[in-house]
């Protein structure tokens, strides 16, 4: 399979690139950056310190995407809209990772979806697709009596809050109790807030060091508490999932799917 890789010079692209090769059933087709990148000319596969692959670094989408399988996206809303709509056009897998992306994007990308095989989650890890799985279980069971809580970690350099991680065991949450999370949530708390709304989901969010991610679901109920807990040590483990998913949706009907669906959940 065939696969391009947004933001090849990236930390995240580089990790997506050692991955592909790693991948027998996967090989790097094309790699992208902005226009204007130092990376530009330069083989993916040696900056990602796998040796020469002999695809250099480019900042053309539609010509990369022409001879493609399916492209890796975890970049910035604005570029994921775009490769969406390219990804339509040529009816290939677009697999995405990318946070932040608002209401209007997400509707252009369940647009997209009508055309291309689109494989979308806030994380792509097999420990944090299980977490959700149960946290949507334990919502369920668990009456309204019993507060949920989503605390989340992560390194200074990351610029959207709550993670796409967070708002996905979020919505696993709310599913479970059968609810939206757009009428639940509670992203910030400052001042005099008053008691807490029962049924309510909050998000806290912390901020520092090198943190690849830590995430704590927590149910708080009277005189006994239980936490579900994920750390992410190794950004790997997001780009081996990403591989894994776009080799899951290649020959799939077109449509918007999750990694729920690529393991089997």
Same mark, same amino acid.
């Given at each position: 399979m065939r696969l391009v890789v947004v933001g090849a010079a990236g930390r995240m692209g580089q990790m997506l690139v050692k991955a592909i090769a790693a991948n027998e059933g996967a090989t790097l087709g094309a790699a992208l950056e902005r226009p204007g990148s130092p990376a530009l000319g330069r083989d993916a596969g040696e900056l990602a310190g796998v040796g020469a692959l002999g695809v250099k670094i480019a900042d053309d989408p539609l010509?990369?995407?022409?001879?493609?399988?399916?492209v890796i996206d975890f970049s910035t809303p604005a570029v994921t809209v775009e490769i969406a709509a390219l990804a339509a056009q040529a009816r290939i897998v677009h697999v995405i990772g990318t946070t932040g992306l608002s209401a209007d994007d997400l509707q252009k990308l369940d647009a997209a979806a009508r055309h291309a095989t689109i494989v979308r989650s806030g994380n792509m890890s097999l420990g944090v697709n299980l977490l959700a799985g149960l946290v949507k279980k334990v919502a369920a069971t668990l009456g309204a009596d019993w507060d949920i809580e989503i605390l989340e970690m992560h390194h200074r350099m990351k610029v959207d809050a709550p993670s796409g991680t967070a708002l996905l065991l979020g919505e696993a949450a709310a599913t479970g109790r059968?609810?939206?999370?757009?009428?639940?949530?509670?992203?910030? %708390?400052?001042?005099?807030? @008053?008691?807490?709304?029962?049924?309510?989901?909050?998000?806290?969010?912390?901020? @520092?060091?090198? $943190?690849?991610?830590?995430?704590? $679901?927590?149910?708080?109920?009277?005189?006994? %508490?239980?936490?579900?807990?994920?750390?992410?040590?190794? %950004?790997?483990?997001?780009?081996?999932?990403?591989?894994?998913?776009?080799?899951?949706?290649?020959?799939?009907?077109? @449509?918007?799917?999750?990694?729920?669906?690529?393991? @089997?959940?």
């Open positions: 010509h990369a995407l022409l001879d493609a399988d399916g059968e609810v939206a999370l757009s009428d639940v949530s509670v992203r910030e %708390r400052n001042g005099h807030t @008053g008691a807490r709304k029962a049924g309510d989901i909050g998000f806290a969010t912390l901020r @520092g060091g090198t $943190v690849v991610g830590d995430h704590s $679901v927590i149910f708080a109920g009277a005189g006994e %508490r239980l936490e579900l807990v994920h750390r992410a040590e190794d %950004r790997g483990i997001f780009a081996i999932g990403a591989v894994r998913a776009a080799l899951w949706g290649h020959g799939k009907t077109p @449509g918007m799917y999750s990694m729920a669906d690529v393991l @089997g959940l």
